[in-house]
């Protein structure tokens, strides 16, 4: 799937720019914000962004995707780290069918990585919730998906993050990406007392419904980001 998205991307980008109404409700709109902090090196980064390509553009996804009410989502994608790097790689874009998800899929594929420094993960929340200003397809649930494989080390505290976010009316979920060996310049980012989802749990997740899902590793992202999209999206 990922050869035949990577070899149109252009193509599968077009459904995107079809005209559709400001206004339109959707079910959800969702903000997917990926960690890019310099802890993920570059085969791990291209293992977490064609993980949320194939995930997103898997039918099993979509189907849940558009099996709401109103048959649709408004979906956008983010890159983060430091406090001062956060960039949204494709914007909000309505996806209702398998067509449009694999538009969003193949535009995801196409930048290249914009940062890899610190982990800021207040920061990046509170870029996600801002997200939520420029949407232009109203909805009722509000979810912010953040997947990372270390703790915050830089800027504001997830928590003030996550709990700003809340007290607005977002939820929060979270995919904690595990690891075997601990980072060698700070152990206790990527394995904090308590272990990493337990961090993850305590700091992150928050809002009606949140949930967590643990991951070991960046091999299996992908099949983890099938499970969490279609879980969040019903």
């Known amino acids: ?79 983060w780290s430091s406090p001062s790097q956060q960039m949204t790689l494709v914007d909000w874009t309505l996806i209702d069918g398998q067509e449009s998800a694999e538009g969003f899929a193949g535009q995801l594929l196409l930048p290249p990585r914009p940062f890899a420094a610190s982990t800021a993960i207040g920061e990046a929340i509170t870029y996600a919730a801002r997200e939520f200003e420029r949407c232009p397809y109203p909805a009722e649930r509000r979810t912010i998906d953040i997947s990372g494989d270390g703790t915050n080390t830089n800027g504001l505290p997830a928590e003030i993050g996550r709990d700003r976010a809340v007290a607005a009316g977002i939820t929060i979920n979270g995919l904690a990406i595990l690891s075997d060996s601990p980072s060698p310049w700070n152990p206790n980012h990527t394995h904090p007392p308590g272990g990493l989802d337990g961090w993850y749990r305590e700091n992150v997740i928050g809002g009606t419904g949140a949930f967590l899902l643990s991951v070991m590793g960046f091999e299996t992202f992908a099949f983890a980001m099938v499970n969490k999209l279609t879980r969040e999206s019903t």
């Open 1 to 79: 799937m990922l050869a035949g998205i990577g070899a149109s991307a252009a193509a599968a980008a077009l459904p995107q720019r079809r005209a559709v109404a400001a206004g339109t409700a959707v079910d959800l709109q969702l903000v997917l914000a990926a960690d890019v902090s310099r802890s993920i090196d570059d085969r791990r980064f291209r293992l977490q962004r064609e993980g949320y390509a194939a995930a997103i553009a898997d039918p099993r996804v979509v189907r849940a995707m558009t099996g709401g009410r109103h048959k649709q989502l408004a979906l956008t994608y983010c890159e």
